[in-house]
Nanobody, 128 residues
């Protein structure tokens, strides 16, 4: 059984940092593509940082480039999202997801509906 267990998130002041972690089990990392998505209240879900199958490529949403970083470990199927210099607009519920397919990171970040498995979601609030 494939599972994605998330940790991290919470409240942080503008300009601060948070790290989200997603630990996968029940699958071979090299056969899956994974990504982080977020959904703010009243808005559509969007892909923000994604890995192509087996971690071969990485892609970031333009609004987070240079501030968010993916860090993964194929042996533990862990994909962490380091978020620095956070802005209030980053307030959302963040979820990791995985798909068993040979796909690029570009595709993952733009096709949330195709993902097979999802973590439970981690609320992130950026404010004072």
């Amino acid at each position: 059984e494939v599972q994605l267990v998330q940790s991290g998130g919470g409240l942080v002041q503008p300009g601060g940092s948070l790290r989200l972690s997603c630990v996968g089990s029940g699958f071979n990392f090299d056969d899956y593509a994974m990504g982080w998505f977020r959904q703010a209240p009243g808005k559509a879900r969007e892909g923000i940082a994604c890995l192509g199958t087996g971690g071969t490529t990485a892609d970031y949403r333009d609004s987070v480039k240079g501030r968010f970083t993916l860090d993964y470990d194929r042996y533990t199927s862990t994909v962490d999202l380091q978020m620095d210099n956070l802005e209030p607009a980053a307030t959302a519920t963040y979820s990791c997801a995985a798909i068993k397919a040979i796909v690029s990171s570009w595709f993952i970040c733009r096709t949330a509906s195709a993902m097979h498995f999802w973590g439970a979601g981690s609320p992130v609030t950026v404010g004072s």
